[in-house]
């Protein structure tokens, strides 16, 4: 038991790496290809690295080292993640880090195309599926992620809307430097990397079930095993069949929703199962932790 749970738990680690290192040249290959020939300002660490180079280059003519810049402005976010989020996370992500920052200054530049409106959402695209390949490595590309992930777990602090202004900061400083064309552009990547990042990445969604059944117990019992998370039963009248229902009331995470109603429908084939989207809860609910 002990042996296959060591085997588990190795083959998890290098699907782990697996994953941080294709995301990593991914992500450097996205960088030296659409990023620098559209001559566009990326958000957070990233952003702001490639902003100092070009600021580097065009008023004091210095070739500035991306890795050097990228990893000394992780330092301490790093550090932090590591004291705080989790080891393991704060490790593989550190790989990414470290791999995007080397592949990034040896990477020859390649440009697949120079029409800016291609390269804005094209590389935004890339960019969103590399991100998400290091998320689902339980890992994270770095910079503003670590921030927003400590001071959402540890000071329930929604984060998001602070990078949201500081991203803004880096466009406005590279629109006034640079040109307001690219600024404007860079926004254009920023939302296509987003929206490929709500749609493939969901661990931090959550849905709302409202199960009509004749098993509550079982149901409440399937959902607690299935994903930690508590359920309420409630008592209600069912006016179609003019009785006595019971409803089972519960919020799990959205890539745990497929499995929670395959487990329901084991229990009670003939379930009444209302999934709605939660926006926001407020509240005591479990997160599976980085580590």
């Known amino acids: 038991m002990e042996l296959n749970y060591k085997q588990k738990a190795l083959r998890k680690d290098m699907i782990r790496i697996t994953l941080v290192v294709a995301a990593s040249i991914v992500m450097a290959l996205n960088i030296k290809s659409f990023v620098k020939a559209g001559e566009l300002i990326p958000g957070g660490f990233t952003g702001l690295t490639i902003l100092i180079q070009q600021i580097g280059k065009k008023y004091f003519h210095l070739n500035i080292s991306f890795a050097f810049v990228n990893l000394l402005l992780n330092s301490i976010p790093v550090i932090v993640s590591f004291r705080h989020i989790g080891k393991k996370f704060t490790v593989y992500s550190c790989i990414m880090i470290i791999l995007t920052s080397i592949f990034t200054d040896i990477l020859p530049t390649y440009a697949i195309t120079y029409d800016i409106l291609l390269i804005s ?27 927003a992930i400590f001071l959402s777990k540890k000071h329930g602090i929604d984060a998001w809307n602070y990078i949201l202004f500081g991203n803004a900061v880096i466009l406005l400083i590279g629109g006034f430097l640079f040109g307001w064309d690219r600024a404007l552009y860079s926004i254009i990547f920023q939302f296509t990397s987003t929206q490929v990042l709500q749609i493939s990445y969901k661990r931090y969604k959550k849905n709302t079930l409202f199960i009509i059944t004749e098993f509550p117990e079982q149901v409440a019992r399937v959902i607690s095993e299935s994903t930690r998370h508590a359920s309420t039963c409630f008592s209600g009248f069912g006016t179609f069949e003019k009785r006595q229902r019971t409803m089972v009331y519960s919020v799990v995470g959205r890539e745990e929703v497929k499995k929670v109603v395959s487990r329901i429908r084991d229990i009670d084939e003939h379930a009444f199962i209302n999934i709605v989207k939660t926006e926001q809860l407020e509240g005591n609910f479990y997160i599976r932790p980085n580590d």
């Open 121 to 147: 959402i094209f590389g935004g695209l890339v960019s969103g599926a590399a991100i998400s390949m290091c998320l689902f490595a339980d890992a994270t590309s770095g910079g503003t992620d670590f921030i």
